[in-house]
């Protein structure tokens, strides 16, 4: 089963990211948005990156394409026809599509993805980090949800205060502007 999902997700995700790219309506795209980074963040759960996938969960789909459906949504799009648009581009987004591909087949042949991931050690790239917190004893002790919540509540609550205070003027402002 967990084979099977492992090759049904990044299907799935590049469906989804194939129809964000045709879709003509602007909800629709934005929808099927949210679909790859779902799509996109199962695999990288069920590939053993837990931590990244609810990171990528939360930052991705919690705030930035909700904040892109917000605003989307907010636009008036009666000034706009879609059905007269030339859709001259989708070749040439096809051509690129296949190529990109291509490529990244070409690259997933020569390395293996999960052994690549646990050889890389970033936390001490950032010296600051890496002497405040033990990111890897942590991992193996508790869950990764309580690790990210920990991540962002003990060491760097401020941070998260500004990131809630930025995107709470990203809400207001559209709403503003409509008034």
Known sequence: ?????????????????IFVITADNPILGVLFLIGVFLTVSGYLALIGLTFLALTYLIIYV?????????????????????SE?????????????SSLLAS???LLNQCNIPFWFDSLNLIHLIPSLSS??????????????HVLGLALYVAFPLLLIIV???????IIGPIVLCL
């Open 164 to 170: 809630g205070l930025i995107l709470l003027l990203a």
């Open 85 to 97: 648009l030339p859709s001259v581009s989708f070749p040439v987004a096809a051509i690129l599509a």
């Open 62 to 82: 919690g705030a930035i394409a909700i904040l892109f459906l917000f605003v989307v949504m907010m636009m008036d799009l009666n000034l706009l026809d879609l």
């Open 1 to 17: 089963m967990r084979l099977f999902l492992l090759e049904l997700l990044p299907f799935l995700a590049l469906v989804s990211a």
């Open 132 to 145: 405040t917190l033990s990111w890897s004893s942590t991992f193996h002790l508790i869950e990764h949800l």
């Open 104 to 106: 990244l087949i070409s």
